[in-house]
């Protein structure tokens, strides 16, 4: 099991930036892939973007594409979404996430550990 806990959240302007962290103890962190999910109010959880447990792979909602980056330090256990471009639409909870293996997938069904989530909200 991967204990989960992300931070950086909060209030920002639309086209602002912001910075997301999610740090893992547990099971060996490259070990597995990572993602980020978002849910807003009244929306099904969604998918954001996805890291594989090395590293080299990366998938993005079209949503996000271009706008956020996804990256990890596996010497520091710690995942990171950094957002820019912000827009109303990207209102939501965050959470991270960790796989059952270094594949970076795309659903949320191949995420086992789940973050207690940090709200961003972004005024327009």
């Known amino acids: 099991q991967v204990q989960l806990v992300e931070s950086g959240g909060g209030l920002v302007q639309a086209g602002g930036s912001l910075r997301l962290s999610c740090a893992a103890s547990?099971?060996?962190?490259?070990?597995?892939?990572m993602g980020w999910f978002r849910q807003a109010p009244g929306k099904e959880r969604e998918f954001v973007a996805a890291?594989?447990?090395?590293?080299?792979?990366?998938y993005y909602s079209d949503s996000v594409k271009g706008r956020f980056t996804i990256s990890r330090d596996n010497a520091k256990n710690t995942l990171a979404l950094q957002m820019s471009a912000l827009k109303a639409e990207d209102t939501a909870e965050y959470y991270c996430a960790a796989g059952r293996n270094i594949v970076a997938r795309t659903t949320a069904s191949a995420y086992v550990d789940w973050g207690q989530g940090t709200q961003v909200t972004v005024s327009s």
């Open positions: 547990g099971r060996t962190f490259s070990n597995y892939a």
């Open positions: 890291i594989s447990g090395p590293g080299g792979i990366t």
